[in-house]
């Protein structure tokens, strides 16, 4: 058992970690030395876990904090839950989520960022205070999908889910969700049914596509079903987790924050049924037929899976521990394509299925 444990909090470290963060993480023990004593100055968010403008902030904030990063020893971009630790919110007059405040480092009276909050401003108000510039990696090309008068119409009803933000250049509300959109499509970059699309209101080119659409408010955010033209508004938040689940319940799509897949991605709910006989006792001969019969009507890759680890749990009672254990240890090592990684990811997920308290003991 404590074998199996330790397998899945590898494969589960592997699926979902992130990547450390670059924003220091301040409490009540290491506040006063960091911000207030260091001599150096500091950018402070304080902020609540269920705050949906804190989310919405998060990305930006982090990317502020990695352009900045090489610079550590002369400026600190910093965050504190104010939730978790109000005596901090309330020590410095903290009444809503996010507060932000400059700290000179030298004493305990901040000044109020009263500034936007997308990425321009925040890095334009740290290099007036600091003559600092910030260190950007070459950007990735970008996963959206710019449209005009002509490509919404061609791609707009066609063979792909479609999720559209109309933004305006001078909107402030639109720099902050730029970063968080390019990440969504990242996310959704290896779902070939799935587009993340925006449409520059303004340009020329773009005009009449917003019109017709009855954009008149920036961001507006418009999901397009694939095969149908009519729009669905999207009215709920704005972080990559929201559109995340948004585009899943949708598109039937299975990614997670990150780009990868949740633990629902390859299972099949009428072959789970049949495995959960299986655990529960039942001959493994009796199901596997049932299963067998199941997938043949289904007409699907990993339905054929399920009817493969039947047949390897028949000849080899340690074959799911040892394939799980071999799946996760080719994704640790990495390297491999995101359709690759899809797919072990999916097969994994399959796996779990046969590895029940029951499964277990008969395996």
């Known amino acids: ?3 199996l444990t330790s397998l899945l909090t590898s494969a589960l470290a592997v ?13 009540p023990s290491n506040f ?3 911000v207030l004593k260091s001599g150096k100055p500091a950018l402070v968010e304080f902020f609540a876990p269920w705050c949906g403008h804190c989310k919405t902030l998060a990305p930006v904030y982090e990317e502020l904090a990695a352009g900045f990063e090489f ?3 002369k400026v600190v971009i910093g965050k504190v839950d104010a939730d978790d630790h109000k005596e901090l919110g309330r020590r410095f007059g903290v009444q809503g989520f996010p507060t932000l405040k400059w700290f000179d480092g030298k004493s305990d009276t901040p000044e109020d960022y009263k500034g936007g909050r997308d990425l321009d401003s925040l890095t334009a108000f740290i290099r007036e205070k ?8 070459k950007a990735a090309p970008s996963q959206v999908e710019m449209l005009n008068d002509s490509t919404f119409k061609k791609l707009i009803g066609g063979d792909k889910d479609v999720l559209v933000a109309f933004t305006a250049p ?7 969700l730029a970063p968080i959109w390019e990440t969504l499509a990242t996310d959704f970059a290896s779902e070939p049914s799935v587009l993340i699309a925006k449409v520059d209101a303004e340009a020329p080119n773009a005009k009449a596509t917003a019109q017709d659409q009855g954009v008149s408010s920036y961001p507006t955010i418009k999901y397009f079903p694939k095969g149908s033209s009519e729009a669905m508004p999207y009215n709920g938040g704005r972080s990559e987790a929201d559109f995340v689940t948004f585009l899943n319940e949708k598109a039937g799509t299975h990614r997670a924050v990150g780009g990868g897949l949740d633990a629902t991605a390859g299972t099949i709910a009428a072959l789970d049924s049949v495995v959960s006989k299986f655990t529960g006792g039942a001959g493994l001969a009796e199901v596997a037929e049932e299963a067998t019969k199941a997938a043949a009507s289904l007409k699907d890759k990993y339905a054929e899976y399920y009817v493969k680890v039947f ?3 028949k000849d080899n009672e340690g074959y799911v521990e040892k394939e799980l254990k071999r799946l996760t240890g080719l994704l640790k090592k990495g390297g491999l394509a995101p359709e690759k990684v899809d797919d072990l990811i999916s097969r ?3 796996l779990r299925k046969f590895m029940s308290d029951q499964g277990k003991s008969e395996l």
């Open 71 to 73: 610079a550590k020893d």
């Open 1 to 3: 058992m404590a074998r």
């Open 311 to 313: 047949g390897k749990v």
């Open 348 to 350: 994994s997920n399959i």
């Open 15 to 27: 699926f979902g970690a992130n990547a450390a963060s670059s924003v220091l993480d301040l409490i």
């Open 170 to 176: 001078w909107c402030g509300h639109c720099k902050t």
């Open 32 to 34: 006063d030395d960091v």
């Open 130 to 137: 600091t003559a600092l510039k910030p260190k950007t990696k």
